[in-house]
Nanobody, 125 residues
């Protein structure tokens, strides 16, 4: 079965950077679409970055565009999220997700079948 394991979270001062990793196990073949999501207390889970491994096309919502970068090491099956210029409002649990289906909305939680356990990012001012 597919298993995703995030790492790299932690406590950082505003303006700092973090690089989150998501190691994948048990992929029957390369996922069609991969994403990073975050969820803060009392808020809904929201997408922050999406990548299509075949070709490497990336997509970001306006809220994080210019600060977040998603990338995929296809050989090692590791998904990354580089976060720069961290803000207190970035504080959340960050999750990676994978899906093998075509034709689903990029930023919707329901478009992803497999999820990691999450890694906490805390940004202090």
């Amino acid at each position: 079965q597919v298993q995703l394991v995030e790492s790299g979270g932690g406590s950082v001062q505003a303006g700092g950077s973090l690089r989150l990793s998501c190691a994948a196990y048990g992929y029957p073949y390369s996922p069609y679409r991969l994403g990073w999501f975050r969820q803060a207390p009392g808020k809904e889970r929201e997408a922050v970055a999406v990548i299509f491994p075949d070709g490497g096309a990336t997509y970001y919502p306006n809220s994080v565009k210019g600060r977040f970068t998603i990338s995929q090491d296809n050989a090692k099956n590791i998904l990354y999220l580089q976060i720069n210029s961290l803000k207190p409002e970035d504080t959340a649990m960050y999750y990676c997700a994978a899906d093998f289906r075509r034709g689903y909305e990029l930023y919707s939680v329901s478009s992803y079948t497999y999820w990691g356990q999450g890694t906490q990012v805390t940004v202090s001012s």
